[in-house]
């Protein structure tokens, strides 16, 4: 597949490329890029060169990993340059068109968190995967205890299914995940309120 860039509100997502593995090894320092997510730990300058020319590249070719580099679309309109703030992807299963599922995952920089920068990214994504390339479902997991991914999930959409023990493998150990899910005909709003999403976790559904 060629890749393909999205935009909405204030972010551009576009293919990380080679100019982008020294950005891309800083972000992955954060503790919590680190906490939440598979990428190697401690993550070293080639593990983004082989991210950017392994994983990416292959992905896209392949057609069954789309990954965007979230960017400021203001700096990218205007020519200057524009750091990685942030990275969204789908990993889509090999099932016939038409009823094909991904997986999205994604991760910011800490200072462009909290500006609702990943829900814009993930809706972009999201109507993306539905309306242009025919997915039938998405699915979203995350760590038990990721309250900012699964507000950021909420925000989409996704209904959390629960709670799947050890079903996450992280750097060779097993991590107990949430599971959630959008279908194509879902409304990619909140289904319940947040208040709602929390009291669930606390007495448990
Ligand atoms: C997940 C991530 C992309 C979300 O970024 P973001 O949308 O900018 O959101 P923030 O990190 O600022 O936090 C999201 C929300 O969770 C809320 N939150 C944080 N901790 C919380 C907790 N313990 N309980 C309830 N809510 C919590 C915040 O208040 C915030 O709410 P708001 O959006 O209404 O302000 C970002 O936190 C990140 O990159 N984390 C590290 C990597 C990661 O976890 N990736 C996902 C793997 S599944």
């Not at 593995?21 to 401690?42: G, K, L, Y």
């Not at 099932?95 to 462009?112: D, F, K, T």
């Not at 994504?125 to 699915?139: M, N, R, Y």
Request: glycine residues 10%; aromatic residues 8%; proline residues 6%.
């Amino acid at each position: 597949m060629e890749p393909f860039t999205l935009d909405a509100g204030d972010v551009h997502l576009s293919t990380p490329t080679s100019a982008d593995v020294d950005r891309i090894t800083q972000v992955c320092q954060d503790p919590d890029v680190a906490r939440w997510t598979v990428v190697p730990a401690p993550y070293t300058r080639d593990d983004a060169v082989g991210f950017v020319d392994g994983y990416v590249t292959d992905g896209w070719a392949k057609g069954n990993v789309l990954t965007w580099a979230v960017r400021d679309r203001a700096a990218v309109s205007a020519g200057t340059p524009a750091p990685v703030l942030g990275m969204i992807g789908l990993g889509v299963d090999d099932a016939p068109v038409g009823q094909q599922s991904a997986e999205i995952g994604y991760w910011l920089a800490p200072e462009a968190r909290g500006r609702g920068l990943m829900t814009t990214a993930g809706r972009a994504v999201v109507d993306c995967a539905f309306d242009e390339l025919g997915l039938a479902q998405l699915s979203w997991q995350a760590y038990v205890g990721n309250w900012p991914s699964r507000r950021t999930a909420w925000r989409l959409g996704f209904r959390i299914e629960g709670t799947v023990r050890g079903f996450a493998l992280q750097r060779g150990r097993r991590r107990d995940a949430w599971l959630g899910t959008l279908l194509a005909d879902d409304p990619r709003e909140p289904v319940e309120p947040w208040a709602q999403v929390e009291t669930h976790e606390r007495i448990g559904r």
